[in-house]
C-alpha cells in the first residue's frame, strides 16, 4: 500500500510539473491546404483560444513567432479572452495592438459571444472591446464576410446560437441554419469559415465551406498517445474533434488546439499552438 501511495505521489508530481511547462510554451502547426480555386501561395496564421494568456510580457513571445511566420492575414478562430463579468480583457487588446498591422479577421467564440448577449451581467463590455479592435482595423465577422483584397479568397465568421454549446447535448446543424444566417456562398470565391465549434464540421461542410478553421476544443485538455485529446468543453470524452486537419465532402476543417486555458489551467502533453496554414493552388 505504501509502496502505491509513492507511486501515485510521484505520477501526481511528474503530471504538475509537466501541466506547468505545457501552460506556459506554445508551439508552432503547419498545415498546407490546396484548391484549384487559390490563385496564388499564401501564408496565414490561425489564432484560437488565448483566453487573456501571456507569453512572455505583453505577449512578446507570441508577436514575435507571428512576425517570423510573416503571414499574408490573419485569422482568429475565438476565445482570445475569458468572459466573466468584471474581469480584465485588457490583455487581448494589448496584444492586438501590439501586432504589426496587416489584415485580421476575427471570428466570434463563445466568451465573446457570452458578454454579447448577456448584457445584464457584462453591460457594455462587448460593445467596448469589438470598438477598439475594430479601431485598430480588425474585421469583427459576425455572420458576415470579407473578401481578401487581391485574392479570391472571401473569410466567412459564423456567430451560431448559444444551445450549440451546453454542455451533455447535441444539436443537429444543418445547411439551411448555416446558409440561413450567413447568406448564400458564392461558388465563384475560395470560402474560409471561421466557425469556433468544431463539433458541427459536418454541418459546416454540407454549407459548402472549403476550409474550416476552428477552436474551442483546446486539443481535449490532455492529449493520450494513439488516442488523442481525452475531454471537451462538452465534458464528452475522447471528442471526435481534438485538433489537426480533417476532411469531409469537400471541405476541409483545420482545428487548433488553442493557446491558453481557462477556469482550470491544464494542458497535459498539450502544448499551447500557433497554426500556420499554408495555401497553395493546384491544377483542376
Avoid: W
Wanted: net charge neutral; with cysteine.
Amino acid at each position: 500500500m505504501k509502496l502505491f501511495l509513492i507511486i501515485i505521489l510521484l505520477l501526481a508530481i511528474f503530471f504538475l510539473i509537466v501541466d506547468f511547462i505545457d501552460i506556459n510554451r506554445f508551439v508552432v502547426r503547419e498545415y498546407e491546404v490546396k484548391s484549384d480555386k487559390i490563385d496564388k501561395e499564401l501564408n496565414i496564421v490561425l489564432l484560437a483560444d488565448l483566453h487573456n494568456k501571456e507569453f512572455g510580457k505583453d505577449n512578446s513571445k507570441l508577436i514575435k513567432a507571428i512576425e517570423d511566420i510573416n503571414p499574408d492575414f490573419t485569422l482568429v478562430a475565438g476565445d482570445m479572452l475569458t468572459a466573466k463579468p468584471g474581469k480584465d480583457y485588457s490583455n487581448a487588446l494589448k496584444f492586438f495592438t501590439n501586432m504589426k498591422k496587416r489584415p485580421v479577421c476575427y471570428g466570434l467564440g463563445n466568451h465573446e459571444y457570452r458578454m454579447k448577449i448577456y448584457e445584464d451581467q457584462y453591460g457594455k463590455a462587448y460593445d467596448d472591446y469589438v470598438s477598439k479592435l475594430r479601431e485598430q482595423g480588425i474585421d469583427i465577422l459576425e455572420n458576415d464576410h470579407i473578401d481578401i483584397e487581391g485574392t479570391n479568397i472571401r473569410i466567412q465568421g459564423l456567430m451560431i446560437d448559444r444551445h450549440y454549446y451546453k454542455r451533455f447535448e447535441h444539436h443537429e446543424m444543418t445547411e439551411e441554419y448555416i446558409r440561413g444566417i450567413t447568406g448564400k456562398k458564392d461558388e465563384s470565391k475560395y470560402e474560409i469559415m471561421i466557425a469556433h465549434n468544431p463539433e458541427y464540421f459536418p454541418g459546416y461542410a454540407s454549407a459548402g465551406a472549403d476550409l474550416i478553421v476552428s477552436g474551442h476544443v483546446h486539443g481535449g485538455i490532455m492529449k493520450l498517445p494513439f488516442i488523442g485529446g481525452v475531454i471537451s468543453p462538452k465534458l464528452s470524452l475522447f471528442p471526435r474533434f481534438d485538433g489537426g486537419i480533417f476532411n469531409h465532402l469537400n471541405s476541409t476543417m483545420i482545428l487548433s488546439r488553442g493557446l491558453g486555458c481557462h477556469t482550470l489551467p491544464l494542458r497535459i502533453f498539450n502544448p499551447g499552438e500557433l497554426v500556420v496554414i499554408k495555401l497553395s493552388p493546384c491544377q483542376k
